[in-house]
């Protein structure tokens, strides 16, 4: 038996609605938005509650998830498409500019990661990128596992193995990159995200998640 999913992050995330949205919207300005060009379609995988999606400017928007819930954090520019992360059938190959996964292949089988990612190649269009964030294993690996819903650990360095291995060339690869949690040692004013984002010295000491950017030949 496990745990509901709906319980789980309705506690790990209770109370914190409204900074999450305000976090994710600088983050999109102050930093993804400079691999996302305004005419682009953008797909998020793993959407959760849509809050890089529905603050990413784009031409296109794209929402999966396999939680129904999905629909009702989307905004009204956002299609949002209930299903696995790897069954994209409804989105035609070579139809995508940019592939946005964050906080997710750490609640999957290394199976189902290689299977995501391989879906995510097949969508996007040539030259097309897939950004990851992602809590990296080697730098918080005493707090990994203080998430119940976590059964993977996963290591910069071998998510760069597989994306060569799939074919993708990596451009960015930046071991450490945001806190690993928002209830960790996150900045909680905007000018303080704003600033910590302008002086990247600073992942070094603070960054537990991973973010790598590549690109599809």
Same mark, same amino acid.
């Given at each position: 038996?496990?745990?509901?999913?709906?319980?789980?992050?309705?506690?790990?995330?209770?109370?914190?609605?409204?900074?999450?949205?305000?976090?994710?919207?600088?983050?999109?300005?102050?930093?993804?938005?400079?691999?996302?060009?305004?005419?682009?379609?953008?797909?998020?995988?793993?959407?959760?509650?849509?809050?890089?999606?529905?603050?990413?400017?784009?031409?296109?928007?794209?929402?999966?998830?396999?939680?129904?819930?999905?629909?009702?954090?989307?905004?009204?520019?956002?299609?949002?498409?209930?299903?696995?992360?790897?069954?994209?059938?409804?989105?035609?190959?070579?139809?995508?500019?940019?592939?946005?996964?964050?906080? *997710? =292949?750490? #609640?999957?089988?290394?199976? $189902?990661?290689? %299977?995501?990612? !391989?879906?995510?190649?097949?969508?996007?269009?040539?030259?097309?990128?897939?950004?990851?964030?992602?809590?990296?294993?080697?730098?918080?690996?005493?707090?990994?596992?203080? *998430? =119940?819903? #976590?059964?993977?650990?996963? $290591?910069?360095? %071998?998510?760069? !193995?597989?994306?060569?291995?799939?074919?993708?060339?990596?451009?960015?690869?930046?071991?450490?990159?945001?806190?690993?949690?928002?209830?960790?040692?996150?900045?909680?004013?905007? =000018?303080?995200?704003?600033?910590?984002?302008?002086?990247?010295?600073?992942?070094?000491?603070?960054?537990?998640?991973?973010?790598?950017?590549?690109?599809?030949?």
């Amino acid at each position: 038996m496990s745990l509901p999913e709906r319980e789980i992050y309705r506690q790990r995330f209770q109370g914190e609605a409204k900074f999450r949205q305000m976090l994710w919207s600088i983050l999109c300005e102050h930093w993804f938005q400079r691999w996302v060009t305004e005419d682009a379609t953008v797909l998020e995988i793993a959407a959760g509650h849509c809050e890089f999606i529905n603050s990413i400017r784009a031409g296109k928007k794209l929402a999966v998830d396999i939680n129904p819930d999905t629909v009702s954090h989307a905004n009204e520019d956002v299609e949002v498409i209930i299903t696995s992360s790897t069954e994209l059938d409804g989105i035609d190959s070579e139809s995508v500019d940019v592939v946005f996964v964050s906080n *997710f =292949f750490e #609640h999957i089988s290394k199976d $189902d990661i290689v %299977a995501t990612v !391989e879906q995510a190649k097949r969508v996007l269009r040539r030259g097309g990128q897939i950004l990851i964030l992602q809590p990296n294993i080697r730098f918080t690996a005493r707090d990994y596992w203080m *998430f =119940f819903d #976590h059964v993977t650990p996963v $290591d910069d360095r %071998a998510l760069r !193995e597989m994306l060569d291995v799939l074919g993708f060339e990596t451009t960015v690869q930046l071991p450490k990159f945001l806190p690993y949690t928002t209830k960790s040692r996150y900045p909680r004013a905007p =000018f303080l995200i704003r600033a910590y984002l302008r002086m990247p010295f600073l992942f070094r000491f603070f960054g537990g998640q991973a973010f790598l950017v590549a690109k599809k030949p």
